[in-house]
T-cell receptor, first 111, second 113 residues
């Protein structure tokens, strides 16, 4: 099972600040997904990136897939309190049949 | 669609008791997954089904855990006997195809005392 390492583990910022969180692995992935999980709920899919170097934008969130397809980043511009949550990256396992998840970055945005 | 529905939302049981968690996937989704989430280990895949057939149960921690999917609209995860170390949030997720994104339920928070 390939390991997905996410950093930082915890992040606390004020509203309006920018931030970037990372997802790294030694393995090459065919695709990578980002999810956000709010307290008491299950993860919700944000985006899937497939092509090396791909950049996808979702309002104030920008996702990038590394050229070598081993890493990904999530950048949030002008964070809002509603962005608070656990951000998880996930990729298919070596068998190709189920997602492995990183442990996530827990983001707290304060007013 | 109401999404993936899990029950119960919370379960508190005594060590040694049997626990059954339930899941109703999204209609038309061929894949169903059971995950367990803890602070220490994050989200761990326990087992997944394709068209009601178990495909990979290598994540099931021990023989105390079993999962079934008798039809396309229902799955159960059973722990017998339960132990305190089984305390976690258990999630069910479904997907239309293996490379698509997953839709998760709201989870069952299990506490074994």
């Amino acid at each position: 099972t390939q390991l997905l390492e996410q950093s930082p583990q915890f992040l606390s910022i004020q509203e309006g600040e920018n931030l970037t969180v990372y997802c790294n692995s030694s393995s090459v992935f065919s695709s990578l997904q980002w999810y956000r999980q709010e307290p008491g709920e299950g993860p919700v899919l944000l985006v899937t990136v497939v092509t090396g170097g791909e950049v996808k934008k979702l309002k104030r969130l920008t996702f990038q897939f590394g050229d070598a397809r081993k890493d990904s980043s999530l950048h949030i511009t002008a964070a809002q309190t509603g962005d608070t949550g656990l951000y998880l990256c996930a990729a298919l396992s070596n068998s190709g049949y189920a997602l492995n998840f990183g442990k996530g970055t827990s983001l707290l945005v304060t007013p | 669609d109401a999404g993936v529905i899990q029950s119960p939302r919370h379960e508190v049981t005594e060590m040694g008791q049997e626990v059954t968690l339930r899941c109703k996937p999204i209609s038309g989704h061929d894949y169903l997954f059971w995950y367990r989430q803890t602070m220490m280990r994050g989200l761990e895949l326990l087992i997944y089904f394709n068209n009601n057939v178990p495909i990979d149960d290598s994540g099931m921690p021990e023989d105390r855990f079993s999962a079934k999917m008798p039809n396309a609209s229902f799955s159960t995860l059973k722990i017998q006997p339960s132990e305190p170390r089984d305390s976690a949030v258990y999630f069910c997720a479904s997907s239309a195809q293996e490379y698509y994104g997953y839709t998760f339920g709201s989870g069952t928070r299990l506490t074994v005392v």
